[in-house]
């Protein structure tokens, strides 16, 4: 980082001698300070950042089959995974708007509310664990929770998960399909692993990562200049790598705080401190990827703030002890509105649910 500031610095430096010398030889000077700083900045954004990974890359961390990609799709979108058969995980993560509900908290079956935000699922399969405080360790662990979690689809055991994938009699042939050679593949296990493969396959390419590739001009000269912004005022400490972001564990408030002065926010969240029951880890939080940012508002664990750049304020004081400047502010938003990429268009495109048979049991109704 020192180096790159001094590279800039010296190209600066050389634009202003040679406006000083010779007015002709200027423009042409500028240009080549200009394309040497762009040049700088790429390789350093290519040592903190890594683009979205191949789906061969993918493969590697975990295999997957195409027919446990369509089996986890139908049950992503399937509301009989729910206690009243009307919520499905598409419900909070609607692929539609760009893996969320766009809500603070988000309303269970049960009608109450979860006491955090829902992230999204979009790239989330990247990140180093999952939920806020990263209590599950993968996507697939992950995707157990929901089902059998009070406050959201409210099954009342992986057993009447399974009762209710068995009695749908078209799901028989597309667990076999994705889990062969299993006498009895419609699990409460193989239906996470499934809709854990699915997720893998959310992932959401951006011209920040053509960019990253060695296409300089897939960013506008502002976003540059954010991107810039974004790593010269070190949020890169906590957002980096591919996710930008779901890395690390920090405390919201770690420079200033409690975090609560800047969100408003009316009940304290501890945080990792509910996992590890350490001091250490109140109000600790994995940082939060940064793909898809501007479309996945309210913000922070509680949505309780619903601005991009009053976020961004906010990062810069509680996290790094800094009152940016609007113009800053404004940059460095710049930068990452240019993070919503493209959602794949057949993960988006709802499936066509197997039918009931006539034992699929009816829907438990809450008062
Ligand atoms: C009622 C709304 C609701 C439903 C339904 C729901 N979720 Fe979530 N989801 C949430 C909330 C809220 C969180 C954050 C909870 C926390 O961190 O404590 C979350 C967290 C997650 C995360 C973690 C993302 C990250 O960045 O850490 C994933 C992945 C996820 N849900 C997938 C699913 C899947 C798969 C289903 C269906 C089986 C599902 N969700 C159903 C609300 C919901
Ligand atoms: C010391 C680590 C750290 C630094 C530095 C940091 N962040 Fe964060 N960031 C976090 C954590 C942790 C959260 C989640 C806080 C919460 O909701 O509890 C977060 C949340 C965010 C969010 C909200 C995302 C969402 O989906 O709700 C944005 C936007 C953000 N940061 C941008 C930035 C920017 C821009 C900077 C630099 C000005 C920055 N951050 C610096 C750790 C950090």
Redesign the pocket.
């Known amino acids: 980082m020192k180096l790159f500031k001094r590279t800039l610095f010296a190209a600066a430096a050389l634009a202003v001698m040679g406006c000083a010398a010779d007015t002709a030889g200027t423009a042409s000077t500028a240009k080549a300070a200009a394309s040497e700083a762009d040049k700088e900045l790429m390789s350093a954004a290519q040592g903190v950042f890594k683009p979205l990974p191949t789906f061969e890359e993918m493969q590697k961390v975990r295999q997957v089959t195409p027919e446990q990609i369509k089996l986890g799709q139908a049950l992503f979108y399937d509301p009989r995974l729910s206690a009243d058969q009307q919520q499905s995980c598409n419900t909070c993560h609607n692929l539609a708007t760009y893996g969320v509900d766009n809500q603070s908290f988000s309303k269970g079956v049960a009608g109450g509310f979860g006491g955090r935000?829902a992230?999204?699922v979009l790239n989330s399969s990247l990140f180093v664990a999952q939920f806020?405080d990263g209590r599950a360790k993968d996507v697939e662990e992950q995707a157990g929770g929901p089902m059998l979690n009070p406050a959201e689809m409210a099954m009342p055991n992986e057993a009447a998960v399974e009762e209710v994938l068995r009695l749908i009699p078209g799901y028989k042939a597309m667990f076999d399909a994705a889990f062969p050679g299993q006498q009895q593949s419609i699990t409460f296990q193989n239906a996470t692993a499934a809709i854990g493969a699915f997720e893998r396959t959310l992932l959401t390419p951006t011209r920040f990562d053509s960019y990253l590739r060695g296409d300089a001009s897939a960013l506008t000269a502002a976003e540059k200049a954010g991107l810039k912004k974004?790593m010269d005022?070190?949020?890169?400490?906590?957002?980096m790598g591919t996710g930008l972001?779901g890395e690390g564990?920090?405390?919201?408030g770690?420079?200033q705080g409690p975090?609560w002065k800047f969100t408003g926010s009316k009940k304290p969240?501890d945080?990792r401190f509910e996992v590890t029951k350490s001091e250490d880890d109140k109000?600790?939080?994995?940082?939060?990827?940064?793909r898809n940012?501007a479309r996945?508002y309210?913000?922070?664990?509680?949505?309780s703030?619903w601005d991009?750049e009053k976020?961004?304020d906010i990062?810069?004081q509680a996290?790094?002890g800094?009152k940016?400047s609007a113009d800053d502010v404004k940059s460095?938003t710049a930068f990452?509105n240019a993070l919503t990429g493209d959602v794949p268009e057949a993960a988006r495109t709802m499936p066509i649910l197997p039918a009931a048979g006539p034992r699929t049991p009816h829907p438990e109704h809450h008062k």
């Open positions: 935000n992230p999204s806020w974004f005022v070190g949020c890169t400490a906590c957002h972001g564990y920090f405390k919201f770690l420079v975090y969240d945080g109000n600790v939080f994995r940082s939060p990827g940064l940012v996945t309210p913000y922070f664990h509680d949505g703030v991009l976020a961004v990062m810069g996290q790094l800094a940016m460095i990452l």
